[in-house]
């Protein structure tokens, strides 16, 4: 069974940065696409940003410019958070999706003071 483990949330004040890691516990093949969500409280799981097999991204529209998702050569994906804004406080998930299923992380909170 394949496990993404978090890391890198935390307490930070408006305006500066965190990075979020995630790793899998092992090799995880046919990857479509890793991401990550966020759920803030009393609402929804929403995308926050989505790196393709090929390459391609997409970020949410209120994290544009300020958030970069990338990831290295063994399957841990990061996302870079700049300028974080009290609206980004929530947990954030990291997901992994291959073409027989995906996989989730058990989140990691970012708290952003206002």
């Known amino acids: 069974q394949v496990q993404l483990v978090e890391s890198g949330g935390g307490l930070v004040q408006a305006g500066g940065s965190l990075r979020l890691s995630c790793a899998a516990s092992r090799s995880i093949y046919s990857i479509n696409a890793m991401g990550w969500y966020r759920q803030a409280p009393g609402k929804q799981r929403e995308l926050v940003a989505r790196l393709t097999s090929g390459g391609s991204t997409n970020y949410a529209d209120s994290v544009k410019g300020r958030f970069t998702i990338s990831r290295d050569n063994a399957n841990t994906v990061f996302l870079q958070m700049n300028s974080l804004k009290p609206e980004d406080t929530a947990v954030y998930y990291c997901?992994?999706?291959?073409?027989?299923?995906?996989?989730w992380g058990q989140g990691t909170r970012v708290t952003v003071p206002s």
């Open positions: 997901n992994i999706h291959t073409i027989l299923t995906e996989y």
